[in-house]
């Protein structure tokens, strides 16, 4: 069984919307299974999922992470976590797994490609591969609202909103796609 851990920080659930039908695509594709879960933060009495430890980094066949935008950027409690995982680096704990991003932002140009970008970068430090979300997902070229070739992503226009079919097609698309490319790795 091939675990791809969903690693998320959430302060209003869109992320955490958005991992959870990640993982339902992932879940639905034979022999992978999802592990939700999210970074200690001030938030985190609010959530009903696990913190993350290194022992999931180390059992984990790939790892997807989410975070909302904080001005382009990932939020600070998921840079804090990776920010300790030096000895992960050094050991090549993430070496040659399949890596992935998500966002949420509350405006639609409130930076959701460059948080993608910038939270691909301690992926990249880990030696890992990444995987994104390409064109043939019909979604992508129909959404007025989130997803991108980086990864997915919801606008919630600074609202407590759900996300659009749109999104959640992307989500679900984006998590069988990575839990196929995994078991092709692990075969």
Known sequence: MNDILILYYSKNDSTKR?????????????????????????????????????DNLKSCSGMIIGSPTHFGNMAAPLKEFFDNTTEEWLNNT??????GVFTSTSSM??????TLLSMML?????????????????????????????????????????????????????GKRFAMIVNNMNS
């Open 109 to 114: 140009h409130g930076g959701q490609e460059t």
């Open 122 to 174: 301690p992926l990249l430090h880990h030696g890992m591969i990444l995987a994104g979300v390409p064109y043939s997902e019909k979604a992508l070229s129909t959404t007025i609202s989130g997803g991108t070739p980086y990864g997915p992503s919801h606008v919630s226009n600074n609202q407590k909103n759900e996300l659009t079919e749109e999104e959640k097609k992307i989500c679900l698309a984006y």
């Open 18 to 54: 958005m991992a959870r039908v990640i993982a339902r695509g992932v879940e639905s594709i034979t022999n992978t299974s999802a592990v939700i879960r999210t970074v200690k933060s001030h938030h985190y009495k609010d959530s009903d999922d696990l913190l993350v430890s290194k």
């Open 94 to 99: 993430l070496e040659n797994k399949l890596g």
